[in-house]
Structure formats: C-alpha cells, structure tokens
C-alpha cells in the first residue's frame, strides 16, 4: 500500500485536507475483508455477519495504517499546522466564529 498523496496536490491544499484525502484513499484491506467475507459466507452460508465484521475490521486497519505508515508526512504537517494555529490564537478564533455561526443558526428557525 503506498501513499497516494501527490506532493505538488498536498502542498496546494491545507494540511487538513490533505490528511483527509490521504486517510480516505487507503482502502485495500477493506475491499480484500469485504471479499474474503463474501466469499466465506456464500460458502458457508452465515449471514452478512462475516461480510460486515470483515469490512469493519478491514476499515480499522486502512485508518491505522494510513494515520501511522502511508500518511506520517501528511499526520506531521498537520499536527504542525494544528500547533502553530494554537499558539498564534487562529484555532480559538475558528472554534468561536463556528459557535457564533451555530448559535445564530439555531436563533434562526
């Protein structure tokens, strides 16, 4: 499984969304548990338990593999990212203009 980030993509998008967009491109050993639990519950007729719990299974290990093998330079500029905003007080100024945003949205209806 290989990063499938592109460097020239990533450098153009915010870490966020780069992150984002590697985590969601690792798939393979969901669709090789959804396929393996295919395959044993058409033979042993189980039910679509096996199916989904390799799936499921399959999608915890793709998101872990991702965040710590496949996207560790995506992970590390965005903890970067997330550090600097912290210090420089832009995330507190994000989080209230999305409580304010929130809070005129529900004084609407």
Known sequence: MS??????TSSQKTPGAALTDCL?????VCATGVA???????RNKKGLAPMLVAGAGGTVVDMF???YQACSKEVEAYNDDLEKQMKSGEFADKIAAKAVARAEGSTRR
Do not use: H, R, W
């Open 3 to 8: 990063n499938t980030s592109d460097e020239s």
């Open 24 to 28: 969601l491109s690792q798939y393979k």
């Open 36 to 42: 393996a639990g295919t395959i044993y519950t058409l």
């Open 65 to 67: 593999y991702g965040y």
